[in-house]
């Protein structure tokens, strides 16, 4: 396993852990900077924050700061309660596989999306099997589209506690069943996202981190469950603070040869985002060295 304790070279900051800075939004702009400034190597910015600046503004600032990307958040929503919806959902993730090329983004993580109308609060039917065929049917388009273009999707599986409103495939299983049935060849150009938030718990994660082996895992994401955790969507613990043997996961990862980038993404609406943002990137520099 590779030594994280004294150099943070292999750090990537998911955007979103900065998305605000003292309770303020914080252009994309200005992380970019932020994180160049701390050698920091890489990021993955989300679709919101580089709309908000301009792709063509975020890229050339990405190219001129030196950084990499460690992967391009995010793809899917792909279930949806009519045809009109499932057409509208095809033509914005080829935006987003658009926008992962012109950023030179290693992959596109796909959030696959739950019951239509859900994370809105009204879901439009109870059928989750639906919803998961149309997964696997949108991620079947998507792939052809991706491939032409040579880049990489990457399923993220969540925490089952979002099945209903933002992703219905919930285990490595599941992802990598949806791999195998897609891309039997292991092409490289599907596979998973491993988040140790939402896989922390699950009794087959290392059977299943095999499974995918090299070809497969795409990306790693960190951060820690606090327990008691009191939010389910934005309450995210720094590395150290919570319950997740991060090293543990990481050494199994980096066991089927992963050598990417390490990701730390954290939501936290109560404490993180109401930070100054240099203390939270220089916080997460430490405990990537001390808990990662
Ligand atoms: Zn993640």
């Not at 052809?144 to 990457?154: E, V």
């Not at 919930?170 to 092409?187: G, K």
């Not at 991060?246 to 980096?254: D, G, K, T």
Request: net charge negative.
């Amino acid at each position: 396993m590779r030594d994280f304790s004294q150099d943070h070279s292999c750090l990537s900051i998911n955007t979103a852990t900065v998305r605000q800075s003292r309770g303020t939004p914080l252009p994309l702009t200005k992380i970019i900077e932020a994180c160049a400034e701390r050698g920091i190597g890489a990021i993955s910015p989300w679709r919101d924050q580089v709309a908000a600046s301009g792709l063509s503004v975020i890229s050339q600032s990405i190219k001129d700061h030196g950084l990499k990307l460690s992967g391009y958040c995010r793809g899917g929503m792909f279930p949806a309660a009519d045809a009109q919806g499932l057409a509208a959902a095809t033509a914005d993730n080829r935006a987003a596989v658009d926008e992962a090329c012109e950023l030179n983004a290693p992959c596109l993580v796909l959030v696959v999306g739950g019951l239509p109308g859900a994370l809105a609060g009204h879901a439009a039917h109870k059928d989750i099997a639906r919803a998961r065929d149309q997964v696997v049917d949108g991620i079947a388009t998507l792939l052809t589209y991706a491939k032409s273009c040579g880049m990489p999707l990457a399923i993220e599986p969540l925490h089952p506690m979002y099945a209903a409103d933002r992703a219905c495939v919930n285990t490595m299983e599941q992802a990598l069943d949806i791999c195998d049935a897609l891309d039997p060849e292991q092409s490289g150009a599907l596979g998973v996202a491993v988040d140790v938030y939402h896989v922390w718990w699950d009794p087959k994660l290392q059977a299943q981190i095999q499974r995918a082996g090299k070809n497969r895992l795409l990306a790693f994401h960190v951060c820690d469950w606090l327990t008691p955790t009191t939010d389910l969507l934005n309450d995210r613990g720094m590395m150290g603070d919570g319950v997740i043997d991060i090293p543990q996961i990481r050494s199994w990862v980096e066991a089927q040869g992963y050598s990417g980038f390490s990701e730390v993404e954290i939501f936290s609406t109560q404490n993180w985002w109401l930070r100054d943002h240099a203390e939270v990137l220089d916080t997460c520099i430490a405990r990537h060295r001390s808990h990662v």
